[in-house]
T-cell receptor
Framework: QQQVKQSPQSLIVQKGGIPIINCAYE??????FPWYQQFPGKGPALLIA?????SEKKEGRFTISFNKSAKQFSLHIMDSQPGDSATYFC?????????????????FGKGTLLTVNP | DGGITQSPKYLFRKEGQNVTLSCEQN?????MYWYRQDPGQGLRLIYY???????QKGDIAEGYSVSREKKESFPLTVTSAQKNPTAFYLC?????????????FGPGTRLLVL
């Protein structure tokens, strides 16, 4: 059972556009939601993360919007650039203390391949 | 320069052969992880280790084994029992597993079956 559903699978935008990637989760115990960026042939790198006590977080051109009641969160990239072309993964995890001790892990979405055309 | 190194970048496995993927970190992190990535899929957790001499199975541990004899090193062995080993393997580490610390990833090893 996939616990974090990510959409769309792929996305093409023009330079300057605002791509939006959405994730939905089922486990109400999730309380940490990071986004990772991965370039071809490289390992993912943390881009931005949010906790459910806030509805929005901005870091530079990247914004996470969080809707706790809908169990959804999304990544917006303002003024997108060709260099933003990458695969983006959302993820979620629980506080180890809530999940029964040391049983901690990140659950990843399947990823979105973003292409920003010049 | 602190970071995570994985070797080799590409690895070829013959039928029935065990192969070992190397992962080393100099970040002084306690926790280390192994993930498998298949095309169009997210990252799936194979094994993780909270501390030296301790490791736990992840979601897809069958056909894999690990060891954690040193803090810096967390090698992954893909055994002959893993029938579909072709994938991109990613090692990661975090300062601790007790809190939700950032996971830092290595550059990955691509395993191909001959």
């Amino acid at each position: 059972q996939q616990q974090v559903k990510q959409s769309p699978q792929s996305l093409i935008v023009q330079k300057g556009g605002i791509p939006i990637i959405n994730c939905a989760y089922e486990n109400t115990a999730f309380d940490y939601f990071p986004w990772y960026q991965q370039f071809p042939g490289k390992g993912p790198a943390l881009l931005i993360a949010i906790r459910p006590d806030v509805s929005e977080k901005k870091e530079g051109r990247f914004t996470i919007s969080f809707n706790k009641s809908a169990k959804q969160f999304s990544l917006h990239i303002m003024d997108s650039q060709p260099g933003d072309s990458a695969t983006y993964f959302c993820a979620a995890s629980t506080d180890p203390y809530h999940s029964g001790g040391s049983n901690y892990k990140l659950t990843f979405g399947k990823g979105t391949l973003l292409t920003v055309n010049p | 320069d602190g970071g995570i190194t994985q070797s080799p970048k590409y690895l070829f496995r013959k039928e029935g052969q065990n192969v070992t993927l190397s992962c080393e970190q100099n970040l002084n992190h306690d926790a280390m992880y192994w993930y498998r990535q298949d095309p169009g899929q997210g990252l799936r957790l194979i094994y993780y280790s909270q501390i030296v001499n301790d490791f736990q199975k992840g979601d897809i541990a069958e056909g894999y084994s690990v060891s954690r004899e040193k803090k810096e090193s967390f090698p992954l062995t893909v055994t002959s029992a893993q029938k579909n080993p072709t994938a991109f393997y990613l090692c990661a580490s975090s300062r601790t597993i007790v809190r939700q610390e950032t996971q830092y990833f290595g550059p990955g090893t691509r395993l191909l079956v001959l």
